[in-house]
């Protein structure tokens, strides 16, 4: 078992920028990636970032692309989205989320592919 606990959420202004963090702590387990998705109020849960974990390569969903960046510490099983230029369409709570199994050598952007997950850390932009 795997349990996440996402950090840095707040209220921000448009254009304002800010880090969340995720610590993966637990018994041992399998990465292959961690993610970040987010949903937002009457909306179901979206894809943001995902990297994987042994080569360190990242994939962004287009709404965030060239904004967002997805990085992680392997010592201490971290992983952190530093979010720019955000807008009130980026308001929502962001989940951080695991992925213990196999699933494909492509990015892992489905949910599915996903074991565990954090509680989640509200992100709120005031235009």
């Known amino acids: 078992q795997a349990q996440l606990v996402e950090s840095g959420g707040g209220a921000v202004q448009a254009g304002g920028s800010l880090r969340l963090s995720c610590s993966a702590s637990g018994r041992t387990f399998s990465r292959y990636a961690m993610g970040w998705f987010r949903q937002s109020p009457g909306k179901e849960r979206e894809f943001v970032a995902t990297i994987r974990w042994s080569t360190g390569g990242t994939y962004y969903a287009d709404s965030v692309k060239g904004r967002f960046t997805i990085s992680r510490d392997n010592a201490k099983i971290m992983v952190y989205l530093q979010m720019n230029s955000l807008n009130a369409e980026d308001t929502a709570v962001y989940y951080c989320?695991?992925?213990?199994?196999?699933?494909?050598?492509?990015?892992?952007?489905?949910?599915?592919?996903?074991?565990?997950w954090g509680q989640g850390t509200q992100v709120s932009v005031s235009s």
């Open positions: 989320a695991l992925a213990a199994s196999y699933s494909g050598l492509g990015y892992y952007t489905r949910e599915r592919q996903y074991d565990y």
